[in-house]
T-cell receptor, first 114, second 113 residues
Framework: GAVVSQHPSWVICKSGTSVKIECRSL??????MFWYRQFPKQSLMLMAT?????????EQGVEKDKFLINHASLTLSTLTVTSAHPEDSSFYIC??????????FGPGTRLTVT | GENVEQHPSTLSVQEGDSAVIKCTYS??????FPWYKQELGKRPQLIID?????GEKKDQRIAVTLNKTAKHFSLHITETQPEDSAVYFC????????????FGKGTKLTVNP
């Protein structure tokens, strides 16, 4: 149980375009999902907390207008990287919170902006 | 805010030796401390966790200790094997409603055969 999927697993896009990444909890409902970014050889950095039916809470330094998060259902959260630039190239990982504290991670999405 | 210091950043051991990774957290209200293992290009995998009402927890070759007074917690891996090679992250879970995870910077463990 407690499976989280992400789609796509990797994506290459051109600078200036937007990319949407989906995060799904397959066998449980998640009122809270989290989005992380991980640069090579670095730790996971929390970008935002996504709550079903309400606005996401962004961490300091993360531009909410650039990283749009939508959590429209209890099993789906999406992250849209708008007007992507090469510096946005990274590994994006989502997680869904179970009970009481455990978080289940998706497999990640490798974004490359050319 | 929450902050987790993790040491060492890299650790190389011979197969069969023990490995110890240490972390210090900042929020005295934190009461749950998971450890994650991440292989290259993969998702983090929970390997063990500890809650503040216990001082030690063991699962086969892996153990975690917690000293709430000093705000220290440590991961111990005994009889290391090459497949233990990965990056290990200690985590502090923020209190106050969000339960967001605050990751340490990670320790790259290499087990040499």
């Amino acid at each position: 149980g407690a499976v989280v999927s992400q789609h796509p697993s990797w994506v290459i896009c051109k600078s200036g375009t937007s990319v949407k990444i989906e995060c799904r909890s397959l066998d449980f409902q998640a009122t809270t999902m989290f989005w992380y970014r991980q640069f090579p050889k670095q730790s996971l950095m929390l970008m935002a907390t996504s709550n079903e039916g309400s606005k996401a809470t962004y961490e300091q330094g993360v531009e909410k207008d650039k990283f749009l998060i939508n959590h429209a259902s209890l099993t789906l959260s999406t992250l849209t990287v708008t007007s992507a630039h090469p510096e946005d190239s990274s590994f994006y990982i989502c997680s869904a919170r179970g009970h009481p504290y455990e978080q289940y991670f998706g497999p990640g999405t490798r974004l490359t902006v050319t | 805010g929450e902050n987790v210091e993790q040491h060492p950043s890299t650790l190389s051991v011979q197969e069969g030796d023990s490995a110890v990774i240490k972390c210090t957290y900042s929020d005295s209200a934190s009461n749950y401390f998971p450890w994650y293992k991440q292989e290259l290009g993969k998702r983090p995998q929970l390997i063990i966790d500890i809650r503040s009402n216990v001082g030690e927890k063991k699962d086969q070759r892996i153990a975690v200790t917690l000293n709430k007074t000093a705000k220290h917690f440590s991961l111990h891996i005994t009889e290391t094997q090459p497949e233990d090679s990965a990056v290990y992250f200690c985590v502090e879970v923020a209190q106050g409603g969000s339960e967001k995870l605050v990751f340490g910077k990670g320790t790259k463990l290499t087990v040499n055969p």
